[in-house]
């Protein structure tokens, strides 16, 4: 039986993930936030006092984050350094699913410093949540 080579990848720099996850912030989450506490809300102070406000903010950011990975494979931040995320097997895009899974993972991964410390001590630059995920963010070849 003749084995096909697994596709080489370029891992992207831990520096660019970081820059990319907060250029995301700004375009994505930030209008979520202010959309949600003045436009819906009455400002700030409701904001603030809400159970509720923040988690639909960070449910919708999600959603959306989710729907932009399964579709191109990246998010405007990780567009803007190169970067895209990929199933680690294949090597093409992942599915819906698996992309909010892989946000669901990250918010996990984030309360744990250890998750975020995790790429800076393998070869292949995984994440905690890459790792549960089985996902890879790679340089987008050109």
Request: glycine letters at 6%; proline letters at 4%.
């Amino acid at each position: 039986m003749i084995e096909t080579p697994k596709p080489k990848y370029i891992y992207a720099k831990y520096t660019d993930r970081v820059k990319a996850f907060i250029t995301d912030m700004f375009m994505i989450y930030a209008p979520i936030l202010y959309v949600t506490a003045y436009i819906i809300m009455d400002g700030k102070d409701d904001f603030q006092s809400s159970e509720i406000a923040p988690l639909l903010g960070i449910t919708l950011y999600g959603l959306i984050y989710a729907l932009l990975l399964s579709k191109f494979g990246h998010t405007p931040g990780k567009k803007a350094y190169e970067i895209k995320v990929v199933d680690h097997k294949t090597g093409e895009h992942i599915g819906f699913l698996k992309a909010a899974f892989r946000f669901l993972a990250f918010l996990f991964t984030a309360t744990t410093l250890l998750g975020l410390l995790l790429p800076f001590y393998r070869k292949d630059k995984k994440a905690l949540h890459d790792l549960i995920c089985g996902t890879l963010v790679v340089t987008e070849k050109k």
